[in-house]
């Protein structure tokens, strides 16, 4: 029998009994000040998420939560990690693969008690977590999840950019507009920050530009924009820097947001423009960060909107759009 209590010495705390373990976890994972006990008093399970590369691969913890979503979110932002709860067991994200280095018994229920079958050797996908049991794609049963090499697909480089694109573009809100070229970590101390740097930012977190290395627009042409940027090479910089294997650069020919194929306007997009580039939100949403009055304090310069729906950066011509791989 499984206890679920704030401490063992202390039944008044009880929220109750179960005899099976994965119904004792959830109600802990709803309350998280909770603890699982056995009949012994011994703690067999808390409220606590690690994100770690694998759960043997203490070394590559990112951070430990008592709040599953606080985990999951962490996870969302950085490719290749996973969430793993108090028993070492995977929970996010789902599905995700399990190798089985032998034959291994499933189970018709989370109990554990009857057997449905035995796993051969080999990967099978997980689409569902009951602590410490994993659902199996085939629907035949339920797999001890513990001690097993855990297999997550990895993001693509436009999902990793669209994970990213809000968060690094409100941490420029109360920035001030400078020109110039800032690393990330620079800008965020300095609170100064242009276009190309959370542009920059975020195509660096979705795997498609080194750390280090910088994307924009070229200076402002002077006259009609169609004579003079006519390549890709001709409307923006660090073109060279781009991982063409990540992603695709298309010279568009000049079109507005409202113009651009449906391909394009997808999240995590980038548009390089005659005097700015920016990054799609979605939606109709555009993230941007230039200094047009628009978007910042009249007369201070600092920002205080970072998605745009109108404006400039809606309207302006859409020279190059570069569009990670998905």
């Keep these: 029998m499984y206890r679920v209590r704030k401490d063992w010495n202390t039944a008044s705390t009880q929220l109750g009994a ?112 009951k602590s410490p049991y994993g659902y199996l794609k085939s629907g035949v ?6 001690d097993l090499d855990v297999y997550t697909a990895k993001k693509t480089p436009l999902e990793l950019a669209a994970a990213n694109v809000a968060d690094v573009y409100e941490s420029c809100l109360g920035c001030k507009h400078v020109s110039g070229s800032y690393t990330w970590p620079t800008a965020m101390k300095d609170k100064k920050v242009n276009c190309s740097i959370p542009a920059t930012r975020v195509a660096v977190l979705a795997g ?40 695709a650069v298309t010279y568009v020919g000049a079109k507005n947001y409202a113009a651009l194929p449906s391909k394009y306007k997808v999240k995590g997009a980038f548009y390089i423009q005659d005097s700015n580039i920016a990054v799609c939100g979605g939606d109709g949403i555009i993230y941007a960060c230039h200094n047009w009055a628009e978007q910042m304090t009249a007369g201070k310069g600092t920002y205080t909107e970072v998605a745009l729906t109108s404006g400039y950066t809606k309207n302006s011509p859409i020279l190059v759009v570069v569009l990670p791989n998905s």
């Design 18 to 129: 179960y005899e099976v373990l994965a119904n004792a976890v959830a109600v802990v994972d709803e309350n998280p000040d909770y603890i699982v006990f056995d009949e012994n008093g011994n703690t067999v399970y808390k409220a606590f998420f690690r994100v770690r590369k694998s759960w043997n691969d203490e070394d590559s913890q990112l951070g430990a939560f008592s709040v599953y979503a606080n985990a999951t979110a962490l996870v969302d932002k950085n490719d290749g990690y996973k969430v793993y709860d108090y028993l070492g067991v995977p929970r996010y994200p789902v599905p995700f693969m399990v190798s089985l280095t032998s034959s291994t018994a499933y189970y018709t229920a989370t109990d554990g008690v009857t057997k449905a079958g035995t796993a051969k050797k080999g990967t099978y996908t997980i689409t569902e977590v």
């Design 141 to 146: 049963g339920w797999l001890n999840l513990t």
């Design 208 to 247: 498609i530009l080194p750390d280090g290395k910088r994307i924009s627009h070229k200076a402002a042409a002077s006259g009609d924009i169609l004579k003079t940027k006519t390549t890709i090479a001709k409307s923006m910089t660090g073109y060279n820097n781009l991982d063409l294997t990540k992603c």
